[in-house]
């Protein structure tokens, strides 16, 4: 069995359009395309964020765990950069509020956070030179 990389993530939101709206007018993503249920109502919206990896994003959300840092499952997103400093500079002139101001993380790369509008958070990295992730 050979793993090519990883195809997607998936997230439920309560609201659709200000999802879209993030992930797509804010963080630049594609809306690559909709897939309806059964009965043909919308299921769920793909955000292109490279070729052949997407981020799902479900329809129907309706609750948050209390402590979301403490529940076990999904964690957070990390999207790959080429400058944290210029990401963290182009969000903010999205009207996107850092959750973490650029600094360098312990595993020795730049990086920078935000919440999507549910509250999901999103990490920014830029590898170091001596990183672990240019392995």
């Given amino acids: 069995m050979t793993?090519?990389?990883?195809?997607h993530m998936a997230i439920t939101v309560r609201?659709?359009?200000k999802s879209l709206a993030f992930y797509c007018?804010?963080?630049?993503?594609?809306h690559a395309f909709q897939v309806k249920d059964e009965k043909g109502n919308p299921w769920i919206e793909y955000v292109k964020v490279a070729?052949?990896?997407y981020i799902e994003l479900f329809h129907g959300g309706n609750e948050r765990p209390e402590e979301?840092?403490?529940a076990i499952g999904f964690h957070?997103?990390?999207l790959l950069v080429e400058s944290v400093a210029d990401t963290a500079k182009a969000l903010e002139d999205q009207g996107v509020p850092l959750?973490?101001?650029?600094?360098r993380g312990l595993g020795k790369?730049?990086?920078c956070w935000v919440n999507d509008p549910d509250g999901n958070r999103i990490e920014f990295l830029e590898p170091d030179g001596d990183s672990p992730h240019n392995q």
């Fill in 68 to 70: 979301p840092d403490k």
């Fill in 76 to 78: 957070h997103v990390c």
């Fill in 109 to 111: 790369n730049w990086q």
């Fill in 99 to 103: 959750t973490v101001q650029p600094k």
């Fill in 51 to 53: 070729p052949k990896q």
């Fill in 25 to 30: 007018d804010q963080l630049g993503f594609d």
């Fill in 15 to 17: 609201d659709m359009e």
């Fill in 3 to 7: 793993i090519r990389g990883i195809a």
